[in-house]
């Protein structure tokens, strides 16, 4: 595996000021947010200057009882190759449920949501990452994410699950121990145990980040300084062992490059604590670079060893299982519906209202005009479409669909307002006209539209 070394999470926003950071060897970019064709020129001087980049995926939803959708596959390989990547990463969630699979509205979470720990779930995961393993050019590591709800009646530790993941399918992980710590807050899993269970000779980096608590709840914000015990969780890890990276995520709320650098530092000098104790204890696990996970294999991707025999297909039935159960999950989540036996409703109200303001605060960020047409207003009136609108098609069509509920409801009243919300909508619902008979007073669609700026 890859020698990384310290590296930050590349955003736009921040863009400038990674290029001037001293002691950064690697970036991560969202994958989702750069084009194969059009790489953003921070990037290509990065890479210029031997910086590695790494594209982190989103939406891919490995964790999903569908199989991988084979045009996000390929949008991610290309990703790779463009940016001459040494591998990709993914997250252990699923981020949509229904569909035919299931004969159930397809729902869009936007958010990553936790998979049950179950032989079902497990055995779709592994097919899963396998299928993304044959598609992309170079290794794939996946993410441990953070939970605000549990799963009943699981039947393994997050350890026992991803150490039986990385057995069965040669993949790499990306341990975030933000995640472990937001997991210990809100589902009391001990971080130490959890470390102690997994795989780490399978690890391919780390990430950490920071959070807030809210109401006895840990949001893992990726907006706020990084907190303590996930230092001190991320020294507990490289006591173990010597990951081939470590990286600081911030996504919102930038601070002033100082104060990243500071960050940076405070990690750089966990993970040297947690490597004098690993000396001092001689309590040493192979690198993570220097042995193969069990079961990897020589592959160049990470898959099965090529004399490996070729594991059974998951019956449809399983999937279809699994599907069912993440669908009732998420229309609880995302429309309204009744709250599936044995989750804790408390904790789905507060994920579901999370959801909704993830929601807000994106389609303010992908469509700044909104908010600015509608003023104080924007939020409360996202708040209340989004209780009896669940997303479909991302969040540039949720946009779009709260603007068109505006209009039809005769929001805003005549005036300035709603002709720039007209004006906005058409512009960009294209490219074709909708009925008149849908829209009313909205009036005709006799243009193309055009796309969001950074889709």
């Not at 002033?256 to 004098?276: Q, T």
């Amino acid at each position: 595996m890859t020698r990384l070394g310290t590296g930050i999470g590349w955003r736009p926003e921040i863009a400038d000021a990674v290029e001037h950071m001293p002691g950064i060897d690697w970036v991560e970019a969202v994958a989702e947010n750069v084009c194969p064709g059009h790489l953003p020129e921070s990037l290509l001087r990065l890479r210029e200057r031997g910086v590695a980049v790494v594209p982190h995926g989103v939406s891919l939803g490995l964790g999903g009882a569908d199989r991988p959708d084979e045009g996000r596959l390929a949008a991610l390989a290309a990703r790779a190759e463009a940016l001459g990547s040494p591998l990709v990463t993914e997250h252990i969630a699923f981020v949509r449920a229904g569909g035919p699979l299931t004969a159930t509205p397809r729902l869009e979470a936007g958010h990553l949501l936790p998979v049950p720990r179950t032989r079902d779930a497990l055995d779709v995961l592994c097919e899963n990452v396998r299928i993304a393993q044959e598609s992309l050019p170079v290794p794939l590591a996946v993410e441990n994410i953070a939970a605000l709800i549990a799963w009943p009646g699981e039947e393994m530790t997050e350890g026992q699950f991803l150490y039986e993941l990385a057995d069965r399918t040669g993949v790499r992980l990306l341990i975030d121990v933000a995640n472990l710590h937001t997991n210990h807050v809100n589902r009391g899993e001990d971080p130490a145990k959890a470390l102690a269970g997994l795989p780490l000779e399978a690890i391919a980096y780390v990430h950490v980040a920071g959070g807030l608590e809210r109401d006895g709840v840990w949001h893992d914000s990726h907006a706020h300084p990084v907190p303590r015990p996930v230092l001190d969780i991320l020294t507990d890890l490289t006591s173990r062992v010597a990951p081939p990276g470590v990286l600081l995520e911030r996504d919102e709320n930038f601070p002033a490059p100082e104060e990243l650098e500071r960050e940076l530092d405070a990690i750089r000098e966990a993970v040297e604590l947690g490597a004098r104790r690993r000396t001092a204890t001689a309590r040493d696990v192979p690198c993570a670079g220097d042995v193969p996970a069990s079961g990897t294999g020589e592959t160049a991707r990470g898959g099965a060893g090529a004399g490996a025999s070729e594991p059974p297909a998951v019956a449809d039935a399983t999937r279809q299982r699994l599907g069912l159960a993440q669908a009732a999950l998420l229309s609880a989540l995302v429309a309204g519906t009744p709250v599936p036996e044995g989750f804790d409703r408390v904790r789905l109200g507060v994920q579901a209202r999370a959801l909704a303001a993830k929601r807000a605060d994106v389609v303010a960020k992908l469509a700044p005009e909104l908010p600015l047409i509608l003023g104080a207003g924007y939020r409360s009136a996202f708040l209340a479409h989004a209780q009896h609108h669940p997303m479909r098609g991302g969040y540039r069509q949720d946009a779009l669909d709260f603007a068109e509920h505006l209009l039809l409801g005769g929001r805003p009243a005549e005036g300035r307002a709603r002709r720039e919300l007209r004006r906005w909508w058409l512009d960009r619902s294209g490219p074709a006209p909708r009925p008149l008979s849908r829209l009313g007073r909205v009036g005709r669609v006799g243009r193309m539209g055009r796309s969001f700026i950074g889709r």
